[in-house]
């Protein structure tokens, strides 16, 4: 992916198995959430293939990434705060139903508003439902945000720093929902919080200046000399 000179993606080239939670991590400007734009369809490479599920995806815009069943998360929180946490949710839900109408069966809107009630239950916000999103916490917010990714049934979850800005016992309990909706669908992370990444990626792979600098299972990348070098400081 290049802008003007600039390289901001050279020749990355990545698999990730289905079922996978893979962690992308590397220093500010390594070239993260680029990777994760092209991806997700808000920016078009400029080179290269994006494969998905057998399909080129690549250059497609984000609602037909979204099609294809690849969801995501944004660092910064994406929800609508003055709707209920049950229509966040909901609005997502009915996204995947195409040919839904009130007019059609009052079944349809019973299916949607059951399938959210699901979603809200498996992120831990069942008993939040009725609240305003603007008045959840932040590490709520940021759950809420994975329950709206997940209301359109992905088969790929990509999360953008999910346990950004997060206390302690609000990010011990995002990992925990990370790993335990990671049972089901592939997960591809960017995160900065190196425990976070050690503690739920099965491969980690290492992004510098716009390339691929290492790949390993988090103890080969703890150990890698150039990654504590230029990332890991240690």
């Known amino acids: 992916m290049r802008?003007?000179?600039?390289?901001?993606?050279?020749?990355?080239?990545?698999?990730?198995?289905?079922?996978?939670?893979?962690?992308?991590?590397?220093?500010?400007?390594?070239?993260?959430?680029?990777?994760?734009?092209c991806i997700t369809g808000v920016l078009s490479p400029t080179g290269g293939r994006i494969l998905f599920d057998g399909d080129d995806i690549t250059g497609l815009p984000p609602h037909r990434i979204s099609q294809k069943a690849i969801a995501r998360s944004y660092q910064i929180t994406n929800i609508l705060p003055r709707a209920t946490v049950l229509e966040n949710v909901r609005i997502a839900v009915q996204s995947r139903h195409h040919s839904w109408s009130l007019l059609r069966h009052h079944r349809a809107y019973r299916d949607v508003i059951d399938r959210a009630r699901s979603v809200l239950g498996?992120?831990?916000?069942?008993?939040?439902?009725?609240?305003?999103?603007?008045?959840l916490?932040?590490?709520?917010?940021?759950?809420?945000?994975?329950g709206i990714a997940l209301a359109t049934e992905p088969k790929l979850l990509c999360l953008d720093e999910p346990t950004a800005g997060m206390s302690v016992p609000e990010t011990h309990a995002t990992v925990?929902?990370?790993?335990?909706?990671?049972?089901?669908?592939?997960?591809?992370?960017?995160?900065?919080?190196?425990?976070?990444?050690?503690?739920?990626?099965r491969t980690i792979t290492v992004l510098h200046y716009g390339e691929v600098l290492a790949e390993g299972s988090p103890g080969d990348i703890q150990a890698n000399a150039r990654v504590q070098e230029v990332y890991l400081k240690t």
């Open 3 to 37: 802008f003007g000179g600039l390289s901001a993606l050279n020749n990355v080239s990545i698999a990730i198995p289905r079922g996978e939670i893979r962690a992308v991590i590397g220093p500010n400007g390594a070239g993260k959430s680029t990777f994760f734009n």
């Open 122 to 135: 498996s992120v831990g916000l069942a008993d939040k439902a009725t609240e305003l999103a603007a008045n």
């Open 137 to 146: 916490s932040h590490g709520e917010q940021r759950n809420l945000e994975i």
């Open 176 to 201: 925990e929902l990370i790993r335990r909706i990671g049972a089901n669908l592939t997960i591809l992370i960017v995160e900065h919080d190196m425990e976070v990444v050690m503690g739920l990626a």
